[in-house]
């Protein structure tokens, strides 16, 4: 099973969740990104940058399903 992740900035203006549930024979996964304003100030291109890393790794992980 992929590891569950979520990430927030300290003012809680951004934020990322990856969560992966198994429901029964299925898997769900659910990914979720919130960014509270349109407009920042560039001092908040590392946390940006830091989010969007995360969930890129997320995103494009490998998930193998063995039938058993």
Same mark, same amino acid.
């Given at each position: 099973?992929? &590891?569950? #992740?979520?990430?927030?900035? =300290?003012?809680?203006?951004?934020? +990322?969740?990856?969560?992966?549930?198994?429901? %029964?024979?299925?898997?769900?996964?659910?990914? &979720?990104? #919130?960014?509270?304003?349109? =407009?920042?100030?560039?001092?908040? +291109?590392?946390?940006?940058?830091?989010?969007? %890393?995360?969930?890129?790794?997320?995103?494009?992980?490998?998930?193998?399903?063995?039938?058993?």
């Amino acid at each position: 099973m992929p &590891k569950n #992740k979520k990430i927030i900035t =300290d003012d809680k203006e951004i934020e +990322y969740s990856y969560v992966a549930e198994q429901k %029964g024979n299925k898997l769900e996964v659910t990914s &979720k990104t #919130k960014v509270s304003s349109p =407009d920042y100030p560039k001092d908040y +291109y590392p946390a940006f940058k830091q989010i969007w %890393g995360v969930a890129s790794k997320s995103e494009n992980q490998v998930i193998s399903l063995i039938k058993k």
